[in-house]
């Protein structure tokens, strides 16, 4: 089954990742599937975080920028699923982006689901039926 993660950056300063970041990241990438697609926002932590986890340069996505309004979250919902329909049979996708865009998908597509917030390196994972999984990793 196609599937889409969407993850938090590492742990950072400034839009710089810190060192325990970097290390979370390169633990993370030995225990992650090869993904098919790859998307980070324009900040330089999220595009970092990707390059780590999967060794790949992300393709940038302005919609991925701050935003916790319905309308961030419809569109990154919106990118989840053109993801999911470029990718080939049992492929995968990620996203870093950042908590307040994960929180506002979550609060979309799961309204009663009550989340305070995303730790490092976690997220979500929806399948090309919108199903939505959390996705909680060993980040900082």
């Known amino acids: 089954m196609k599937r889409v993660i969407i993850l938090r950056h590492a742990d950072r300063e400034g839009d710089e990742l810190t060192p ?12 992650l599937p090869h993904f098919d697609i790859v998307v980070a926002s324009p900040a330089k932590r999220t595009q970092t975080t990707a390059g780590l986890l999967t060794g790949q ?7 991925l920028m701050l935003s916790s309004d319905p309308a ?15 990718l080939p049979a049992n492929g995968q ?4 982006s950042h908590e307040v865009n994960i929180l506002a998908l ?6 009663t689901i009550a989340i305070v917030g995303i ?22």
């Not at 340069?57 to 919609?63: D, G, L, R, W």
């Not at 996708?93 to 870093?96: D, F, H, N, T």
């Not at 979550?106 to 309204?111: D, H, R």
């Not at 730790?119 to 900082?140: A, F, Q, R, T, Y």
């Open 57 to 63: 340069k992300p393709a940038i996505e302005p919609v």
């Open 106 to 111: 979550i609060k979309l597509l799961q309204p």
């Open 93 to 96: 996708a990620l996203i870093v």
């Open 72 to 86: 961030g979250a419809k569109s990154l919902l919106d990118l989840a699923k053109k993801l999911l329909g470029q």
């Open 119 to 140: 730790n490092k390196l976690s997220g979500i994972s929806l399948d090309e039926n919108l199903n939505l999984d959390m996705v909680n990793n060993d980040g900082n």
């Open 20 to 31: 325990q970041g970097v290390g979370a990241c390169k633990e993370l990438a030995q225990k």
